[in-house]
């Protein structure tokens, strides 16, 4: 039997779809309060309304139900947020807002160097410039996305093994020059390691894009977004259906990479945040 076939995981990701459908109601992502920028405001409220929303910035976040008329809301915090008050607006039969209070946090500075062919990623020429402005928008409408269908119910796993080299948030200088921060974190590893999905999701990028080289982003559902970056290959096509841990690529050093590396980004709310604070701790 071919068990790579097509239609087989075809059949695989509809018998997972059904599986999930019973536990919807009772699995819910575990995450710890940690309003500061790049981390995740953690709000309960209560509601009797079937399917509430809540929006932060105009922009919805994810939502999920706890239990009864228990549900919370998982608002991603930008890393250049001010600190302060902020507000959250739920709508159910109407709407209102709750407020809550983002804390400073000192994110270190990282000094790199790049050197050579590499030099094109400090100040990219007018060439670079035009594919760079046509990438934004594939790369902007990717963080876009908003399923309001769960297509994952737990905490992310480590899409590979290898040691962190950079940590989220880090304040990035690039030959000498402030350039964004660090907008996910960095796991060493060999070309060729097997990259894994760290949720289950829907594929919505495949691509080779300027910075990010080869790239895959998965779309997990209410706004929850992994992305995969400096690929050597990419094993996933759009629109694929991927379970939890299932191969989507190898380490590479495409894009600005000053060596092999997997870079792991994730978007809540368009907005990245820390992705140590979605991994299941109790493992
Ligand atoms: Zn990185």
Redesign the pocket.
Known sequence: MVLSSPRLKKLKHIKYLLLLIPFNALAILSVANTPIPGGIAVIDFQTNHANPSAYYSKVPVYVQHINDTHWQALVGIPLLAKIGQKQLTIKDFSERHVNFDISDHGYQEQHITLTGKKKKYVNPNLAHMDRIKQERPILSKARQTFSNEQLSNTNLIRPVDGVMT?PFGFKRFYNGQARRP?????YAGDIGTEIKAAAAGRVIISDSFFFNGNAVFIDHGQGLISAY??LDKRLVEPGQLLTQGEIIGTIGQTGR?TGP?????VYLNQTVINPNLLFNHEI
Request: hydrophobic residues 35%; glycine residues 14%; negative net charge.
């Open positions: 950079s660090h907008t996910g974190v960095d970056i400096h990479a590396h997997l870079h792991f980004g």
